[in-house]
């Protein structure tokens, strides 16, 4: 019994107990110093955020205007390949059912939008699905 | 045009026909907005039955974009005919279909 005391001696606090004033002001300084960390942090990630936020905000009207520009590409791309495609079909207009017109009473000027069908008419079915169900994917 | 019959103008009208009437329409927002407007100025200002036939073509056209069978005709026939023409030998197995718009701009 005496031997196993002298070997193992527990890890006790000093004589007359821990200061008070260390206790709590160790605690203080330890929160003070990582609060500190924590701002910095805080302000960097903030940063960023704003930085990230800013250059979305630059290039998405760009984005906009591109995909926009790509559209009426395409429905140009879209024409020329019913022209070819439809050329030997009688009564076929382009642009129209058999020559009717889509709408009588619009302007023949107007820009009638495809349906998505429409627009993936002249793509295959595999490039329909792939663009259609892109949700899907991800 | 039976459909727009009875939607306007129950031959009898009550509370429960004012209840079951067609309250929906194409004024929120919708493209096709406009078109069912004047369609309908159009029948207002001949009444039923010689609106029918004076706004057949404002009728038409809003049917036409509350329901695009023209647009949907229109893409069925060109399918169709991309198939004739494969399996007519017009057509190779490499150039049947043209190249795919860009995934981003629709």
């Known amino acids: 019994m005496a031997t196993a005391e002298a070997q193992c001696r527990q890890d006790l606090p000093p004589p007359g107990g821990y200061k008070r004033w260390a206790l709590f002001g160790g605690y203080l300084a330890m929160t003070a110093g990582a609060g500190y960390l924590y701002y910095l942090n805080c302000k960097a990630v903030k940063i960023t955020d704003l930085e990230i936020r800013s250059a979305s905000l630059a290039i998405y009207p760009m984005l906009l205007a591109e995909r926009d520009r790509e559209y009426l590409k395409q429905l140009r791309r879209n024409r020329d390949e019913e022209n070819e495609l439809m050329r030997n079909v009688e009564g076929w207009k382009t642009g129209t059912w058999y020559g009717e017109p889509i709408y009588h009473t619009q302007d023949k000027n107007l820009l009638i939008n495809p349906r998505f069908q429409e627009y993936y008419v002249h793509a295959s079915y595999k490039d329909y699905t792939n663009r259609a169900h892109i949700g899907l994917l991800s | ?106």
């Open chain 2, 1 to 106: 045009m039976t459909l727009i019959k009875m939607s306007l103008s129950p031959w009898l009208k009550s509370p429960f026909t004012d209840l079951t009437g067609a309250v929906v329409s194409h004024q929120w927002y919708g493209e096709c907005a406009d078109f069912e407007l004047r369609a309908l100025d159009c029948l207002e200002a001949y009444g039923l039955d010689r609106g029918l036939k004076k706004c057949d073509l404002l009728i038409q056209d809003f049917q036409e974009c509350s329901r695009k069978t023209k647009q949907f005709q229109r893409l069925t026939a060109m399918r169709l005919e991309r198939h004739r023409q494969h399996f007519a030998g017009e057509r190779s197995k490499e150039n049947k279909w043209a190249k795919s718009p860009a995934d981003d701009s629709y």
